[in-house]
């Protein structure tokens, strides 16, 4: 079992910027590729960003690309997984969920799952 714990949700102007985070511990939490991905009311989750058990490749979303960085953080009994969010618009109001699996943009590739957290954007 992989257990995912995200945090930085908010309410920020557009324009802004945020930082979520997702704390990975857990049994071999450290194999396991990491995703973000984001679901907005009425809406299908859709993929976000993506990032390598290594940290060493990177995939993101057309929409957010050039404003959105994912990277990896390892220690030795969690990885932290950030997602930076600048130039932030209201369209990328969303409930934002961390997820680890397979590398891939398909949500249905990723076993483990966090609970979430709130971004807003107002415009």
């Known amino acids: 079992q992989v257990q995912l714990v995200e945090s930085g949700g908010g309410l920020v102007q557009a324009g802004g910027s945020l930082r979520l985070a997702c704390a990975a511990s857990g049994r071999a939490f450290s194999s396991y590729h990491m995703g973000w991905f984001r679901q907005a009311p009425g809406k299908e989750r859709e993929f976000v960003a993506a990032?390598?058990?290594?940290?060493?490749?990177?995939?993101?979303a057309d929409s957010v690309k050039a404003r959105f960085t994912i990277s990896r953080e390892k220690a030795q009994n969690t990885d932290t997984v950030y997602l930076r969010m600048n130039s932030l618009k209201p369209e990328d109001t969303a409930v934002y969920y961390c997820?680890?699996?397979?590398?891939?943009?398909?949500?249905?590739?990723?076993?483990?799952w966090g609970q979430g957290t709130q971004v807003t954007v107002s415009s």
């Open positions: 990032i390598t058990w290594s940290g060493g490749s990177t995939y993101y």
């Open positions: 997820a680890a699996g397979s590398i891939s943009t398909n949500y249905h590739d990723y076993t483990y």
